[in-house]
């Protein structure tokens, strides 16, 4: 194959030749625009022939003419001019805006084409849409910003990166997560090593014509960053700062607070359990509640709360205690019960305000043959948890630069530092989280003596921390999540230099040699202290980790690309070869005893533990084959063959994939000129077949063996079973679309897509009685299907004020056609369970396929769940030779023509898991933004919303359980709980744990996941320019700018934009709030 | 002609850049795992790697997530000892801090098909199956005798492997296990087999009985190197409790005889066994399986170990002194029923604290260091061992088997062997005989193996009715038969959803 591509080239080549060798004269110049801005990709003809060729991304063309003859400009968006070829060499033409089309530019495929003329389906988001916003990385920041792109931002943590998806979920247990392209070239760093404020637009590619042109693993769409250069600035030097504040801006969950109220519902819910125990007799209900409040020996199963806990100035915590503490007539603290001390609020230590830093310097400048961007730029984002915060330092230079009209280069170079502190945000019991809300309000931070006073820590000075460890805690025994945050370290340091050079060697007119070469790499270094007093590792004498990941990852890009104009048509093609590697060296090391609670290095620590080390390695290489025409600027085609290869793949590494698209112009057509209202109307269909190669992990071929040490001994495991002939998975996408102008006011687009993957991954479970648990194969079929709309409406436009609407949305469908065919039977399987999720033909990925939860039993305040059965004897009673059905979609697979009969069940391993016609998925989702402009003001919003949708609210159910006493805090809603014979409510008794798995998993907790989200607001002020001009500023701008400050949804602290199925956790670190004061100078 | 020239260059350059891709640039391997042809060419070199797959299967007997899951109950036969324990009523579920294994005492778990207490040992189990058949298979098959002995050696301890996990099996998802003809099990003899129907529990014993007397003859001449690899006294005392499960009481005692009667494995002694008022706690544990000739099969742990010493291990769960699960509420004792049955004398009394938790009994070795704190071991790096066989487990089962044969001399020798090193008189035994005898020697087993994952096979190969006493934090007082559903693992959802041949539960 390869010698043939050579073959091909070199007989591509020659043909050029050809075509250099009819020269008369070169002419050369630079076509700008209005502005004086280059113009790339302007098509220049000698008017009456076919010679022609397009300017390049720095606007310079050569071509050869003879003189006296016409060249002839013409550039979407821009009206065409005429130049007669004189005795100069050099043509410098200068373009003016045609006010009929867009002029909008979009990155794709290694090139810029104008808006207009594309066929495919990309949202362009202006650079500043993306520094506006006060995150450290652009993943955040695309929240709302493009109709089919959802941002999930999982974590507050500050510096972390969010979970892109593009157009619905495009693989079962594939990758769906989208590709990033910088500056041409596939990007394997971080994400944080580009500061927003060096980004000049980000470009998302949804459909197949527009992702196809950057080879494998566009098929979850791409995301296209484009970084600055000198000429985007100009000859300018630019300041600015922002300074704010973090903030938990986005309520929690409402808990109960007073631990009076605390202990009321438990006494309550004790006295309860007494009524069971003892026939409704409520006295001796009432003596066992006195009994019963406070651990004691022979309790265990009524109360975790031990009597140093118990903090209010009573005989005692006995029954005689107890009885003086709580009212029974109202099963509430008595009025005059006095405190031994009051607890700490502990998110009060937990949280705290904090600041957010931003500064960034740019110098821009540029000449005719070279420009230069450099800039520096400073974060320091401290997070509201305490010992969480994200430094960033980077610098960046980028230039041009050209040799005479045939070479030019186009290089950058960014070095970026930073630092992560995230101690207790992880999903153990020393997440901060998880204690803030969860912690029942009757424990104290700091331990107390019998006289209720702190003690001094003799190590750390301030007080000790109660760690519940004396005499058990029945919350987080042995534990303190804000104390462990506060002493131990978990910490990253990152050193990243991302390299990027594209060069470009005209060889003959229209024709360039393009090569393009990018590098990232990306060392950082973790280090996990748990000290040697007080932490979980305190038997260890405290225990230091450090471990480095290397991630070194290269691509190179060479090809030949060809521009031809015609009289009434253009022509460009492109034959690109790209090859990547990507390497991660992962090495460990770890001691334990330490000799002081501070040092971070190994020599730290005196006792060595395990060590590790190891290499991943992935590699690809792609051909792309491309040829774009367009026809009097009004039919416009395109298609592309890309023929990619994946390391991942044993026997099967090469897939072909292609995409085909066109475009129609209608208001360039005659019929059309005199439809005035109609500014601009296109019309675009494109259709592909991509691959998907990533989420099987690097070595899916292999049977792969674990490594041990077994006594002293080499022990190898067997751990996975591997498919060699697994290969590349296909998005068959097919994408129509319509842009359009109308009346001056609204222009948009809207969008219809298909996307339905073949030769899916799809981890097909065996019976695990095989020896193994699943295969990974490629098989069974997803269809997403959906529909975009993005529009913009000016609804005032004046020279004094401007009032801008955007609105965007996304509405999509989900649904598995095929499920893996299971080889033993050779039918598809019928049914797979992921969780609360269950997959069969005809449904979604994320359909909740769990108990049904039917409510109270007002009789007796026990919860209650349907329980289905086999009524085999027909007698609607499950009795004798009844079949209890677990599953119902399986049992009916396996019976299918079983008497299904239904009864309510108060035990819930009992209830039947079963779909319930409820989706994850929403129904439609999207952002608006409104801008406005008034004099030198300025005001912009962006709201997210999403309509439809169900969630599992898990951090709300472990807020509602039934547990011994003491053992979690709950939410506000329990006061509205089933108290006695005759309440009608929703929420069961509490009864201290006699009802056991109250709170499992059922549809009690799926949620309505609607929300509407205040992402961004911003209000700004430009100083006027002749005051700016007079203080030496080309411009000045100060704004205030508001982060996530404000979420609608079904109950507070529930935020279904954190994770892709709305999901919640007790561990989550809710996104930061933040406010930030900003100047921006530019001299 | 400079742009001539150029342009020759920049088509040189192009073709360099085609042919710069090396033929192999698309072969990558991994280093973390290795694959089947890495391991094979690392065997070719070094003579330590051919044994090591075969390390691996016992590694999986106690290592975290071979029950494939990322839970922290993972950890693979200990862990089904503990929930086993608490199955039977032997072990109560005394705090429920952190909510582990409250599934199992609460007994929901073993109603659930998809809850993955019932995936974990179904998983754990037929992966050790698997993998034995995968030696098995690459030995010439469950017919051949291979010629060498190291490979005899390596088909035996495959073969034993096999049959100890289908012994498992048997009991463990199988309600009533006198019940031969019902089909329970799908059975694999070689790795090449998919998706198998569920076989009688007569053909899953005779299974069994046939790998482990195989392996009894392949065996012959084996000498270990770690007290993890199953020899032939190991397999022998596998032969007996087999036996002992189908109540075939000669072959019982037979089998059990011949590991008591082996000389190679002593009965623990009063000091090993208990920490006895005074001592300082240095002798004893259950720590170190090396140091205890009693025990016949068990893993040597050690910190050099991987991530296999931790809270995720059966001292993580049961030890009080570890940084374990037990020292911050989540405790568990000794039934309170069972504990009513040692005599007054009984040196095992000191096995247990005043709520019946066994700290006398299990602590990690430098617990005394720490004056026996709670909670003050290490949180890593712990090497306590555990143990699957000691040899006072025989001599009770040679007893309880001699007893049914009505040979109630050999009985009581077997039983006054143990109960001499535990009680001061043991003469009481001597008034026992026939079923009283067995039953006693059942009983002592209980109380001698406590935590030690026995009860419930001995529950099930006497066919009993165990009742939980007041110490329970649920179903006090409620008594279960061997055979009732909830003592029993349900076969796990995916087996049901993804072997066509498999769609009911037992």
């Known amino acids: 194959m390869k010698l043939n591509l050579t073959q091909l080239l070199t007989s591509f080549m020659m043909l050029c030749f050809v075509f250099s060798f009819a020269q008369e004269k070169t002419v050369s110049g630079k076509v700008t625009d209005q502005n004086g801005a280059p113009l790339p990709g302007v098509s220049v003809l000698v008017v009456g022939t076919t010679t022609g060729t397009q300017s390049d991304f720095d606007g310079l063309y050569s071509i050869s003419v003879a003189q006296g003859a016409t060249l002839r400009f013409s550039y979407i968006g821009q009206k065409t001019q005429d130049v007669v070829v004189g005795s100069s060499n050099t043509i410098d033409v200068q373009l003016s805006e045609d006010a009929q089309a867009l002029e909008e530019v979009i990155v794709t495929g290694f090139g810029n084409v104008s808006k207009t003329s594309f066929a495919g389906s990309a949202k362009v988001v202006a650079g500043e849409n993306i520094s506006n916003k006060s995150f450290t990385n652009v993943s955040q920041a695309l929240a709302g910003e493009a109709a089919g792109v959802a941002v999930f931002n999982t974590s507050g943590q500050p510096g972390s990166t969010s979970t892109v998806r593009i157009r619905g979920f495009g693989s079962v247990n594939g990758s769906q997560a989208p590709l990033y392209i910088v500056d041409d070239a596939p990007f394997g760093g971080s994400l944080n090593d580009i500061n927003p404020n060096d980004i000049k637009s980000v470009t998302v590619l949804k459909d197949a014509s527009a992702t196809s042109l950057y080879g494998a693993r566009g098929a979850n769409g791409v995301i296209v960053i484009t970084t600055k250069r000198g000429r985007d600035a100009g000859n300018s030097i630019n300041v600015s700062v922002k300074t704010g504040t973090n903030f938990q801006g986005v309520g929690r969950y409402e808990t109960i607070k007073s631990p009076e109220e605390y202990i009321g519902i438990n006494w309550q819910a004790t006295r309860q359990r007494g009524l069971i125990e003892n026939d409704g007799d409520n006295a001796a209900a009432i003596a066992y509640a006195n009994a019963n409040l406070f651990e004691g020996a022979g309790n265990a199963d009524v109360s975790d709360i031990s009597p140093v806990y118990n903090m209010w100035n009573v005989s005692g915590s006995g029954a005689q205690g107890v009885s003086e503490l709580i009212d029974p007539a109202t099963g509430t603290v008595r009025p005059g019960v006095t405190r031994r001390y009051n607890p700490e609020l502990w998110e009060d230590f937990a949280f705290q305000n904090s600041n957010r830093t931003e500064a960034n310097l740019t110098i821009s400048n540029f000449s005719d043959n070279s420009s230069l961007y450099t800039s520096v730029g400073f974060i320091d984002d401290i997070g509201y948890a305490s010992n969480t915060d994200y430094k960033r330092l980077n610098a960046r230079v980028a230039a041009t630069n050209s040799f005479g009209d045939f070479v030019s280069m186009n290089t950058s170079l960014n070095y970026t530092q930073s630092e992560t502190n995230n101690n207790g945000t992880g999903s153990s019991s020393s997440s901060q989280f998880w204690w803030i809300d969860n912690l029942p309000t009757i424990y104290p931070l700091f331990t107390r003596d019998a006289a209720g006073q702190k003690i001094e820590d003799p190590i750390y000075g301030g007080f000790l921390f109660d760690y519940g460890l004396e005499d058990g805690r029945g919350f987080g025994f042995a534990t303190n999540g804000v104390a462990d945050s506060q002493i131990n370290i978990s910490n990253s340091k990152a050193n990243s230099v991302n390299f990027n050079n594209d060069t470009k060697i005209t060889l003959a007119d229209g024709l360039t040699f393009e090569n393009n070469f990018a590098y990232q790499y990306f060392m950082n270094d973790f280090t996990s202290l748990n000290e040697p007093f007080y932490s979980p590792a305190k038997g260890d004498g405290g225990r230091i980790n450090r471990s480095r990941g290397e991630t070194k990852n290269y691509s190179i890009r060479t090809g030949l690309r060809y521009n031809k104009s015609f009289n009434d048509m253009n022509l460009s093609a492109f034959l690109s070869h790209v090859a990547s590697a990507y390497e991660y060296n992962y090495l460990e090391a770890e001691r334990s005893k330490l000799v002081t609670p501070f040092g971070t290095d190994i020599a730290n620590g005196v006792i060595n533990n395990p060590s590790d080390g190891y290499t991943d390695n992935e590699r690809t290489e792609s051909y792309i084959a491309n040829v774009t025409t367009d026809f009097k600027n009004k039919y416009f085609l395109n298609a592309t063959f890309n023929r990619d290869a994946s390391s991942r793949f044993k026997n099967n590494k090469w897939g072909d994939f292609y995409s085909v698209g066109a475009a129609w112009v209608l208001t360039q057509e005659d019929f059309m000129s005199g439809v005035d209202f109609v500014d601009f109307l296109k019309v675009k269909a494109s259709y592909g077949v991509l691959g998907n190669s990533g989420g099987v992990g690097f070595y899916p071929g292999y049977n792969l063996y674990s490594v041990n040490n077994l006594n002293d001994n080499i022990s190898l495991a067997f751990a996975t079973k591997g498919n060699p002939d697994l290969t590349w998975e296909s998005s068959n996408q097919f994408n129509v679309g319509v842009e359009f102008e109308l009346g001056g006011f609204l222009e948009g687009s809207i969008e219809a897509y298909s996307k339905s993957t073949t030769d899916m991954f799809f981890d097909r479970r065996v019976g695990p009685s095989v020896g193994y648990a699943l295969i990974k194969v490629n098989d069974g079929e997803l269809l997403n299907a959906g529909l975009e709309f993005d529009l913009d409406f000016s609804v005032v436009k004046n020279e004094k004020f401007t009032f801008n609407i955007a609105v965007n949305g996304e509405s999509f469908r989900n649904e598995l056609l095929a499920m893996p065919i299971d080889p033993a039977t050779g039918e598809q399987q019928k049914l797979d369970q992921d969780g609360s999720f269950a997959r069969t033909v005809g449904r979604s990925l994320y359909d909740w396929y769990m108990p049904v939860y039917a409510g109270v039993n007002a009789a007796t305040g026990a919860a209650q769940w349907e329980r289905n059965f086999d009524d085999k004897n027909s007698n609607g009673v499950f009795d004798d030779g009844d079949a209890t059905i677990t599953s119902l979609t399986s049992y009916l697979n396996d019976n299918p023509s079983a008497n299904v009969a239904q009864e309510l069940t108060e035990v819930y391993a009992e209830a039947t898991d079963k779909f319930i016609d409820k989706t994850a998925i929403p129904d439609l989702r999207g952002a608006i933004r409104l801008n406005a402009q008034f004099g030198d003001f300025s005001l912009s919003t962006l709201l997210n919303y999403q309509l439809g949708g169900w969630a599992y609210d898990s951090a709300y159910a472990n807020l509602m359980d039934n547990d011994y006493n003491g053992t979690n805090n709950f939410h506000v809603d329990i006061r509205d709980r089933w108290k006695a014979p005759g309440d009608v409510t929703n929420i069961p008794r509490q009864d201290a744990r006699y009802q056991i798995q109250q709170n499992a998993t059922s549809t009690r907790f799926l949620t309505k996941a609607d929300y509407l989200a205040l992402n961004n607001i911003r209000i700004g002020y430009s100083v006027p320019k002749s005051f700016a001009s007079k203080i030496g500023l080309k411009k000045a701008d100060v704004f205030v700018t508001g982060d996530n400050l404000w979420l609608m949804s079904e109950r507070q602290g529930f935020n279904p934009s954190t994770s892709i199925t709305g999901g919640t956790s007790i561990y989550t670190y809710n996104p930061l709030s933040t406010i930030v004061l900003g100047v921006n100078l530019n001299l | ?506």
């Open chain 2, 1 to 506: 002609m400079i742009m001539k020239t150029f342009k020759k260059i920049a088509l040189a350059g192009v073709f360099v850049s085609l042919i710069a891709c090396e033929k192999d640039f698309l072969e990558t391997f991994p280093t973390n795992v290795l694959s089947q042809e890495q391991v094979n060419e690392a065997a070719q070199v070094n003579p330590d790697v051919s044994k090591a797959t075969l390390l691996g299967i016992y590694e999986n007997l106690y290592r975290r997530g071979s029950g494939g899951t990322s839970s922290q109950e993972d950890f693979g036969i200990t862990t089904q000892y503990i929930q086993l324990d608490m199955l039977s009523a032997d072990m109560a579920h005394l705090g429920k801090s952190y909510n582990r294994q409250t599934a199992i005492s609460e007994l929901t778990a073993t109603q659930d098909p998809d809850n993955d207490y019932n995936y974990r040992p179904w998983r754990f189990l037929y992966r050790i199956i698997n993998l034995s058949n995968l030696v098995i298979d690459g030995a010439g098959g469950n017919d051949a005798v291979p010629d060498t002995q190291s490979a005899r050696h390596t088909l035996g301890q495959a073969k034993a492997l096999r049959g100890y996990a289908y012994f498992f099996l048997a009991h463990v998802f199988v309600n009533d296990i006198t019940d031969m003809g019902k089909a329970v099990l799908p059975i694999y003899k070689s790795a090449e087999d998919l998706d198998q129907p569920k076989s009688s529990l007569q053909e899953v014993f005779d299974l069994v009985i046939s790998d482990l007397t195989d392996a009894e003859t392949l065996l012959e001449g084996f000498v270990r190197t770690d007290k993890i690899e199953l020899n032939q006294d190991v397999v022998r005392g596998l032969l007996a409790k087999t036996y002992g499960a189908l109540n075939n009481w000669p072959k019982t005692e037979e089998y059990a005889a011949k590991v008591v009667n082996s000389g190679n494995y002593s009965i623990m002694t009063a000091d090993e066994v208990a920490l006895l008022p005074g001592e300082d706690g240095t002798v004893g544990g259950f720590n170190d399986i090396n140091s205890i000739p009693g025990v016949m099969w068990g893993i040597d742990i050690t910190p050099a170990g991987q991530g296999l010493a931790s809270l995720f291990s059966w001292w993580g769960f049961m030890d009080y002194y570890s940084y374990s699960y037990a020292a911050v509420g989540n405790r568990k004792g000794m039934d309170s029923g069972l504990y009513a049955n040692f005599r007054d004398d009984d040196i095992r009394k000191n096995q247990f604290n005043s709520i019946l938790m066994p700290t006398g009994k299990f602590y990690y070795k430098g617990a005394e260091a720490n004056g026996f704190r709670p909670f003050s071991g290490p949180q890593s790096n712990i090497d306590s061992d555990s143990h699957y066989m000691r040899v006072a487990e025989m001599y009770l089962l040679h007893a309880e088997a001699a007893a049914e044969n009505g040979n109630d001399a050999a009985a009581r020798t077997s039983l006054k062997a143990l109960l001499d090193l535990r009680i001061d008189d043991s003469s009481y035994v001597d008034a026992l005989s026939g079923k009283a005898l067995a039953e006693e020697a059942a009983l002592q087993a209980r109380l001698e193996l406590f935590a030690e994952g026995q009860s419930y096979f001995i529950m099930k190969r006497r066919r009993e009715t165990r009742t939980r006493g007041a110490n329970w934090l649920d179903n006090a007082g409620e008594s279960f038969s061997h055979t009732d559903e909830r003592l029993t693992y349900e076969i796990p959802q995916e087996e049901i959803l993804f072997n066509p041949n498999v769609s009911d539960q037992n």
